[in-house]
């Protein structure tokens, strides 16, 4: 594949007891770094240090080993949470937290690579999934019985993003301090009081109102998410452009099912064209890809800018920020899940420029976290800024949440919770 040197092996050892999990481990690492289709079982073996054969013994294909890589990862969370039940919520998160710490692949694999499994094994790992889900919200309503069971499972989704959070950025972190820090943001949004947000607040106004300082925000301030799979939203005016209608049509198959497996025949078929008169339009399937990426990333970069431009002080800035994104996140939700999951497929030089434009919308967020905690360290700062930018990922790409009525201002009180400490 041209890179398997720069991949890395695992020493060979003798008969070694753990050779399931090192295989498990090593192909974790390879699809979250390079992706599912991009990494063939004779890489995976050579990371391992043995041969394709001896891994065909463990694992009877690569969709086994992505199967068993997930169900092994929400298995050991659900044994966190039958353990601290019943008990304090504060020590099941940091179970959980210590087990999410130690995976921080977790994220991209259930959010982007599980749309690769066939039926049969996507049903399996997402029966667990929802099994450890069922578990942490029961726990969650247990500590928090004066909300509504819709306001637990918010608080429930919101957690599970941030504990997966470290997947999307590689910001290095000691082992303790990373499970310490994801238990701390993983509380707050726990514990986050929902009661505040009604019909014509805006929580994140009231945080550049009464901030006494670093540190306080008077509790009001976040893969692909399996909501991705439900489908888009069937209302709105139909486009007239043909090839705006096409952009539309791709981001929506691309978002649910991963850019590697539409063909453009289904594309056309979305809009009610062939694939031939889709390449009036864009001559390769990558020239679609591209077009979209692109339409995504320049009104991030635009309403960035706006949200600035209307602040007096960074914390006024930072809330501008996190509204507008919100705001675009709950309107665009295929648009996010290309943006968080497809950039990889993209060819050089147009992945380093969007990779570029990325990073340099995070760390804007960044540099006003500085400003408004100096007491923070970068790593916490970028830390804390990409897990509030997974907590609104996941909800805008998950349906039963972005339509709730009062989405955006409970999301400005989530992720105050997240960027600010609680």
Same mark, same amino acid.
């Given at each position: ?32 770094? !390079? ?7 004779? #890489? ?35 044994? =966190? ?13 940091? *179970? ?25 094994? +996507? ?5 667990? !999934? !929802?099994? !450890? ?9 247990? /500590? ?5 069971? #819709? ?10 993003? %941030? ?9 290095? =972190? ?6 310490? @820090? ?9 514990? /986050? ?16 109102? #009464? ?11 976040? =893969? ?17 452009? +043909? ?18 497996? %539409?063909?453009? $025949? $289904? ?31 320049? &009104?991030?970069?635009?309403? @960035? ?30 648009? =996010? ?11 050089? &030089? ?23 905690? &100096?007491?923070?360290?970068?790593? $916490? ?35 105050? +919770?997240? @960027?600010? *400490?609680?």
């Amino acid at each position: 594949m041209g890179e398997r040197g720069s991949r890395g092996t695992i020493a060979r050892t003798t008969r070694p007891r753990d050779r399931k999990a090192q295989i498990i481990s090593a192909a974790s690492d390879l699809f979250y770094r !390079f992706g599912y289709h991009n990494v063939g079982t004779e #890489d995976i073996a050579e990371a391992v240090g043995i041969t394709a054969g001896a891994l065909y013994r463990h694992f009877r294909s690569k969709q086994d080993l992505l199967a068993s890589a997930l169900i092994d990862s929400f298995d050991r969370a659900q044994v =966190v949470i039958e353990r601290h039940r019943p008990g304090r919520i504060e020590d099941m998160v940091q *179970g959980i937290a210590e087990t999410a710490g130690a995976r921080r692949d977790l994220g991209v694999l259930w959010n982007r690579e599980i749309r690769h499994l066939d039926d049969e094994r +996507r049903q399996r790992v997402r029966a667990r !999934f !929802f099994g !450890f889900l069922a578990g942490f919200t029961e726990a969650l309503r247990e /500590a928090r019985p004066e909300l509504s069971a #819709d306001q637990v499972d918010l608080l429930a989704w919101c957690s599970l993003a %941030v504990l997966t959070s470290p997947s999307y950025h590689r910001t290095a =972190v000691p082992a303790e301090g990373l499970a310490g @820090l994801l238990r701390e943001m993983t509380l707050g949004v726990c514990t /986050a009081d929902l009661s505040r947000v009604s019909p014509g607040t805006r929580p994140g106004k009231e945080v550049v109102a #009464d901030s006494n300082g670093p540190g306080h925000t008077d509790d009001t301030g976040a =893969v692909a998410a399996i909501g991705a799979a439900d489908g888009p939203a069937k209302r709105g005016v139909p486009l007239h452009s +043909r090839r705006e209608a096409l952009l539309a049509a791709a981001s929506r198959l691309f978002n649910r099912r991963g850019y590697q497996t %539409v063909t453009m $025949e $289904e594309i056309g078929a979305e809009v009610g064209v062939t694939s031939t008169s889709i390449y009036r339009y864009f001559t390769t399937k990558v020239d679609l890809l591209t077009a979209i990426i692109a339409r995504g990333t320049e &009104p991030l970069q635009l309403g @960035l800018s706006q949200a600035l431009s209307r602040a007096s002080t960074p914390l006024e800035g930072l809330s501008n920020a996190v509204t507008a994104y919100i705001e675009f996140a709950m309107s665009h939700h295929d648009l =996010v899940g290309v943006l968080v999951a497809e950039v990889m497929n993209l060819p050089e &030089p147009h992945r380093s420029r969007i990779r570029r434009a990325q990073h340099d919308y995070v760390v804007e967020w960044i540099r006003l976290m500085e400003a408004i905690h &100096p007491e923070l360290g970068r790593g $916490e700062a970028a830390f804390r800024v990409h897990a509030a930018l997974t907590v609104v990922n996941d909800v805008a790409r998950t349906t039963h949440l972005r339509s709730r009525p009062r989405i955006t201002d409970e999301l400005m009180l989530i992720t105050g +919770r997240v @960027l600010h *400490g609680a």
